[in-house]
């Protein structure tokens, strides 16, 4: 049973920088697995963020990026407005199947 | 810019097959090498991808749901489906499609319930 998994919760204040990450319980995340990052807020559909590791959508804010950090996909926020408050999820393919991670609860305070 | 907008009934009897339809605006749904993806949420949970589907066709399902899931696509109507057969409580959420989970629908949300 694969397994994606995000920090259930994180914290950051206005302002300060924080990164969010992706692991998968079949060893190291590549770019081979596309990973892709979501935001949701209460009540909205899922937003797409990021795409393919590190490619922003043409209404994603600059302070959002992607990468990969040692075997793991991680979206940082740089600058964190109080607006970036939300759920974020990941994405990973596995040659045919897409999982999302378990989602990790960001507070902006 | 494409939009997308899924409908289909609300509430569907426990064992019984729920049906779901996306329609796609803004755009033809078979224009572009684009697949067409079913998601789902159920409350307070995490997101939970169910298949997708090819302008030509071709499908891939999520291996947990694969026995249960059907994808279909109707190109003259812009739009596609969703099937998903004996159903139980626990397939009760919010249901998104989505355009290479780059455009979502809004949701729609789906009680099993007698």
Redesign the interface.
């Known amino acids: 049973q694969t397994v994606v998994t995000q920090e259930p919760s994180l914290t950051v204040s206005p302002g300060g920088t924080v990164t969010l990450t992706c692991a998968s319980s079949t060893g190291a995340v590549t770019n081979g697995y596309y990973p892709?990052w979501?935001q949701?807020k209460p009540g909205q559909?899922?937003?797409?963020l990021i795409?393919s590791t590190n490619n922003k959508?043409s209404w994603t804010p600059a302070r959002f990026s992607g990468s990969l950090l040692g075997g793991i996909a991680a979206l940082t926020l740089s600058g964190v407005q109080p607006e970036d408050e939300a759920d974020y999820?990941c994405?990973l393919y596995y040659g045919?199947?897409?999982?999302?991670?378990?989602?990790t609860k960001l507070t902006v305070l | 810019q494409v939009q997308l907008q899924e409908s289909g009934p609300g509430l569907v009897k426990p064992s019984e097959t729920l049906s779901l339809t996306c329609t796609v605006s803004g755009g033809s749904l078979s224009s572009g090498n684009y697949y067409w993806s079913w998601i789902r949420q159920p409350a307070g949970k995490g997101l939970e991808w169910i298949g997708l589907i090819y302008t030509s066709g071709s499908t891939k399902y999520n291996p947990s749901l694969r026995s249960r899931v059907t994808i279909s696509i109707d190109t003259s109507k812009n739009q596609f489906s969703l099937n998903l057969s004996s159903v139980t409580a626990a397939d009760t959420a919010v249901y998104y499609c989505a355009r290479e989970f780059t455009y979502w629908g809004q949701g729609t949300l789906a009680t099993v319930s007698s």
């Open positions: 892709n979501f949701q559909a899922p937003r797409a795409y959508h999820y994405l045919g199947a897409w999982m999302f991670g378990e989602g």
